[in-house]
């Protein structure tokens, strides 16, 4: 069983510039959560992608966007980066989030630095 | 809105000190209480869940319990290996299912 993968693991951007970061779902998970975690914080969560549609959002600005292919495996995308964005970014699988198994299951994280 | 706060911050134990971390939440709707353990630049990893009030489960040196109000995550006899972030996170009724962590409680087992 594949666990879940993110790419790429360390990012350095400037102020001002857009990155994407992606991630690979669990085999057989159909649902991508993505979550930022500060230095010394817990994880906070951006928002949720099942079948391929945005299923809920946390407290973050319309410039935190993503995507899910039908394969399952996602994108996010910040645009007009700013200093606080700088943060270890996590992607979660988790089968339907409809279904009885609520465990996500987390990548290694992207740790981005905006400079 | 869903909080969680986990106490103490930092933990540091003798190589075979039992002793306990405290994660005390408020949720509206329950869906189910998670512990993660965390290395330093790693994702967390998961350890258990506990659904409901007089819940408990094991796994090796620890052990998780649950009553309304909070959880607490025994270890016992840890060893330096233990030695990580320790997250809860609460799951509570939104559609999404998405988790609330707390800030952690970072363990340090010494030798």
């Known amino acids: 069983e594949t666990g879940v993968t993110q790419s790429p693991t360390h990012l350095i951007k400037t102020r001002g510039q857009q990155v994407t970061l992606r991630c690979s779902s669990q085999?057989?998970?159909?649902?991508v959560s993505w979550y930022q975690q500060a230095l010394g914080q817990g994880p906070q969560f951006i928002f949720q992608?099942?079948?391929?549609?945005?299923?809920g959002r946390g407290n973050f600005p319309p410039r935190f966007s993503g995507l899910q292919f039908p394969n399952y495996s996602s994108e996010l995308n910040v645009n007009a980066l700013e200093l606080d964005d700088s943060a270890l970014y996590l992607c979660?699988?988790?089968?339907?989030?409809?279904?009885?198994?609520?465990?996500?299951?987390f990548g290694p994280g992207t740790r981005l630095t905006v400079t | 809105e869903d909080q969680v706060t986990q106490s103490p911050e930092a933990l540091r134990l003798q190589e075979g000190e039992s002793s306990s971390l405290n994660c005390s939440y408020t949720?509206?709707?329950?869906?189910?209480l998670f512990w993660y353990r965390q290395d330093p630049g790693k994702g967390p990893e998961f350890l258990f869940t506990?659904?409901?009030a007089g819940e408990e489960k094991e796994k090796e040196r620890l052990k998780a319990t649950l009553t309304k109000k909070e959880s607490f995550l025994h270890i016992t006899a840890p060893k330096p290996e233990d030695s990580a972030t320790y997250l809860c996170?609460?799951?509570?009724?939104?559609?999404?299912?998405?988790?609330?962590f707390g800030s952690g409680t970072q363990l340090t087992v010494l030798p």
């Open positions: 979660a699988s988790s089968p339907t989030p409809a279904g009885g198994d609520y465990e996500q299951y």
């Open positions: 085999s057989g998970h159909n649902t």
């Open positions: 992608y099942y079948r391929e549609e945005e299923n």
């Open positions: 949720v509206s709707g329950l869906r189910g």
């Open positions: 506990l659904y409901s």
């Open positions: 996170a609460v799951q509570g009724a939104g559609s999404a299912r998405q988790l609330t």
